[in-house]
């Protein structure tokens, strides 16, 4: 089940794609680890993901939701922040989620599909 994001008090969703200056060695990434959750706990967002990845040119992708606008922007200077990263691009896809769309996030879809699968798989 994925609860109205809306009745939770967010109007927008945010799909963040952070290019870095270059990519981590082992001890970066360790120290990025080591202050990721101070830095989160001095500075809260509503940051659902943090993952890395490759494709559209980027190496990370942030999923987060926000009250308003100016919550969104506070997450980008946040980010922009963050110690011992060297950050040379982001860009941001941002969803509104007061507006009707054709496909909203729901886990009904999941659980449809998987239905669907088990049932042609059982013919």
């Known amino acids: 089940m994925v609860p109205d994001l809306r009745k939770l008090g967010f109007e927008l969703m945010a799909f963040t794609f952070v290019k870095f200056t270059k990519g981590l060695n082992e ?11 101070e830095f989160q706990e ?30 969104f922007l506070k997450v980008i200077k946040l980010i922009k922040e963050i110690p011992n990263v060297d950050i040379a691009d982001i860009e941001s896809f941002v ?10 996030l729901t886990l009904s879809v999941i659980a449809k599909y998987l239905s669907e699968m088990k049932e042609s798989s059982a013919l």
């Open 27 to 37: 001890e970066e990434l360790a120290k990025v680890r080591k202050v990721g959750p």
């Open 42 to 71: 001095r500075n809260p967002t509503a940051v659902l993901m943090g993952l890395n990845g490759m494709g559209l040119g980027y190496d990370r992708l942030l999923v987060s939701l926000h009250e308003n606008h100016s919550s």
């Open 95 to 104: 969803v509104s989620l007061t507006e009707k769309h054709y496909q909203p």
